[in-house]
C-alpha cells in the first residue's frame, strides 16, 4: 500500500493551502485516516483524523480552521487549511492503519511565512 501526499507549499500566514493524499488501494473500508505533522526538531504530531463513516476530530491548534473529508471513490483524503499560522510550519504526512498495520506518506512540506 502506497500513500502519496501531495499540496504543500509556501504560503503567507492567513492564506490557505489544500492537501491530499493518494492511496494505492480503496480507502471505503479504512477506518480513521489521519494527518500528521512534523515540524524541524519537533516529534510527529496529530492534526486530524476521519473514520470511514465520515466523523472527524483534530488537534485544539487546528480546530475551526482546518477541515479534512474523504473521496472514497478517489481513494484519496484532503486537509483543507484555513488561516494558517507560522506554527502551522512543517512535513504534514498522511496515515492509513491497515490490519493493524500503520503506512505512512511520504510527507508534504508547508511552509507558513509570516
Known amino acids: 500500500v502506497q500513500l502519496q501526499a501531495y499540496g504543500g507549499g509556501l504560503v503567507q500566514a492567513g492564506g490557505s493551502l489544500k492537501l491530499s493524499c493518494a492511496v494505492s488501494k480503496s480507502i471505503f473500508s479504512i477506518n480513521a485516516m489521519g494527518w500528521y505533522r512534523q515540524a524541524q526538531g519537533n516529534q510527529r504530531e496529530f492534526v486530524a483524523i476521519i473514520t470511514s463513516g465520515g466523523s472527524t476530530n483534530y488537534a485544539e491548534s487546528v480546530k475551526g480552521r482546518f477541515t479534512i473529508s474523504r473521496d472514497n471513490a478517489k481513494n484519496t483524503v484532503y486537509l483543507q487549511m484555513n488561516s494558517l499560522k507560522s506554527e502551522d510550519t512543517g512535513v504534514y504526512y498522511c496515515?492509513?492503519?491497515?490490519?493493524?498495520?500503520?503506512?505512512w506518506g511520504k510527507g508534504t512540506q508547508v511552509t507558513v511565512s509570516s
Open positions: 496515515n492509513a492503519p491497515i490490519r493493524g498495520v500503520n503506512y
